[in-house]
């Protein structure tokens, strides 16, 4: 096995590598003593030393990945064999019990069913989420963040949450609630070494360049990170909540909680209306009708007009809402593209202008990207309904099949259906 980091390291791609060790970067330069002798090996090369310790001193510590803080854990235990002998902590394993005596071996079982060692870990893990925590606070209060956003390279200074958020709102890629998240840098510097080396963040794998990977990311919606990939658990501070317990399983154990609660009386619930806002301004009205005779009579923007007018159907309405706010947030006319510095003076240059009936090309904002929300929760998306040609009086019982909508030759395909031959066949045989 000596040679096995010769074998398998060209087996690895760079960006792998490149990950695996800027991860680890802190970790090579700490190194970490056998509890028995002077050897020392790099914190973020363990395995070398567990083998130290069971091939040279017939030692096994238990559950490696729960300990908190490893060379604390190792420091602390080397003093104490130095106080007493081994056998006072560790369970003895006999190996080839029933076989000759120069054949047999005893090999030590370090684990926390010795109280010390697991109140230990305890000590270790409660101290390492202190640190934790403190960071998380330093990062959450740290009003001089600079980054250049990983998809548009805008620049963004001030707090962290001022990126995550752009980055879930405009190119619907979410790593969690800023507060939720530690270490938020080193999380961003991972996630840029992923797309610079043309790596796909949920599914991994490589691609030639960035504009297929766009692609790629979009099509297939991998704009989210891949929760099997443990390298990102260090970034989450759910992770350092309990001893022994991932995240799935803190969270498991809430919803076992909820479950236990037999209160199924609701009758206290009350609904909050959500209302839906206007495209131009920040009036909310509680339905799509309120809201669309504010927006014909403040901005001049007939919504109904439009849906007639283009036959618009319902995700291509959806797209042309998320298509409108998205130009207006980005301060942007979107009939003639003139930029401005604020939302309100974009609108005051449209109704000047008489372009907020503008709309462009239909090629020019049917696109998937405006299946995503410009906006979370935006009830105006959920109020909308398909045209009144398809809602009024429709024949349900019609042979007429249901095609997507980006298929427009209707009658061709109907003429060359397999049904038509089917129904043919059937007729003539009988």
Known sequence: FCGQDCILEPLCFPEQLSDSVSLASSDDCCLVSCVFCSHLAPLSDKDQLLKHLVLDHKLVIADIKLIADFPKYMLYWKKRFTEQPITDFCSV???????PAELQENYFLLCDVLPEDRILREQLQQKRLEEVLEQQQKERNDTSFQRTCMFCNEDFTGNRSVLLNHMAREHSFSIGLPD?????????????????????????????????????MRKKQHRRINANNHDYDRFYVINYLELGKTWEEVLSEDDRELLKDDDDD????????VCAVCLFCEQQEENMEKICTHMQEAHKFDLHKLKT??????????????????????CRCYGCQKKLETKEEVVQHMMEAGHVMQIPEISHWDQPQYYFPTYENDALLTALSDSESESEGADHSSDVPVFPEDISNLKAIKQNSVLNKLLKDRGSSS
């Open 266 to 273: 609701w009758s206290d619930w009350q609904a909050h209306p």
């Open 309 to 330: 007018e283009l036959n618009l159907k319902f995700y291509q309405q959806v797209k042309l809402v998320n298509y409108i706010r998205r130009e207006l947030h980005q």
């Open 180 to 216: 939720n998240i530690v270490y938020c840098t080193e999380f961003l510097d991972a996630l840029e070494r992923k797309l610079d080396n043309m790596q796909c963040f949920y599914c991994e794998k490589i691609f030639r360049d960035k504009t297929t990977l766009k692609d790629h």
């Open 93 to 99: 394993i006999k190996t080839n019990s029933e076989g």
